[in-house]
Every structure is written in C-alpha cells, then in structure tokens.
C-alpha cells in the first residue's frame, strides 16, 4: 500500500472518530504530497520523496514547536507536537545514537578519513546510507567528534 493510499484510509478513520490532531496531521502530509505531485513533471513520486516529504513535515513542526515554547506559548506548541508524533507514524524507526556511531565508524575507515577536512568526504558517504534513518544533525555532531578525536 503506497503512502498516498494509507494516508487516505487513515483520514477516513480520522473522520469516522473525529480526531482534530489526526485530521490536521493527515491534511498536512495529503496537501504536501499533492503539492510535490503537481510540482513534478512526472505527476507520480517515489517512496524516497515522500520520506522527504514527511520528514520536513516533522522538522518544520519541531522547529515550531522549539519558538512557541520560548516564547512561553505551550498551547500552541501541543497541537505541533500532536501532529509530530502522528507524521512520525509513517516514517521508518530512527536508528539511535551507537547505531549511527558504528555506521559512521565504518564509513571513516571506508574513505580512509583521519582529519577534520576530510569531513565531507565521510558525510556523502554517510548521508547516503543513512537517509531517513538518522538525523542529519546527529550525524554530523558524530562525523566531526570522531574525525577530531
């Protein structure tokens, strides 16, 4: 069952239930993908643009979530936060930190890597193993306190 099509049933259900944090979070990820369907030629998309997709849908909600809070403003900040966690249903686990650490491990004695400008030679390597499945952010927090050390 494609994304799409899962996304569908789902808002269905979401309906049925009357579930408000559902039906934003469904609306959200059905309007993001029929936004990329029309933005491309092809007017199909991949399983790896639609991780894009959901992925971007969490991080623009998390950085939402990160100025409301600052800002002191937690009833704002708890329907992004439902919604992250309803977009974070249709993404693949996230590999944890030693995970990610024995994978760029790896890929450092791949390229042969030993200093710290050698860093994006170890990152496109990385990057590419590890799409959707780690967080960008750590990865690159990992690759540099490994290439340092």
């Known amino acids: 069952m494609s994304l799409e099509s899962a996304i569908q049933s789902d808002l269905k259900t979401a309906m049925l239930a009357k579930d408000e944090a559902g039906l934003r979070a469904l609306r ?3 309007s993001a993908i029929l936004l990329a369907k029309t933005a491309s030629a ?3 998309i991949g399983p790896d643009e639609e991780l894009r997709i959901l992925q971007k ?3 623009q909600r ?3 979530i990160t100025i409301y809070q600052t800002q002191e403003r937690d009833d704002l900040a708890r329907p992004e936060q439902e919604e992250v966690e309803i977009i974070s249903k249709y993404l693949p686990k996230m590999m ?3 995970e990610v650490r024995a994978a760029v491990a790896e890929a ?3 390229t042969g890597a030993s200093a710290p400008s050698d860093m994006g030679k170890v990152m496109g390597v990385v990057t590419k193993q590890l799409a ?3 967080d960008n952010k750590l990865v690159s927090a990992i690759v540099r306190e490994l290439l340092t050390s």
């Open 28 to 30: 959200a990820i059905k």
């Open 42 to 44: 092809s007017k199909e």
């Open 57 to 59: 849908l969490v991080k």
């Open 62 to 64: 998390l950085e939402s």
């Open 96 to 98: 944890d930190e030693t």
């Open 108 to 110: 450092i004695a791949q």
């Open 132 to 134: 959707g499945k780690a």
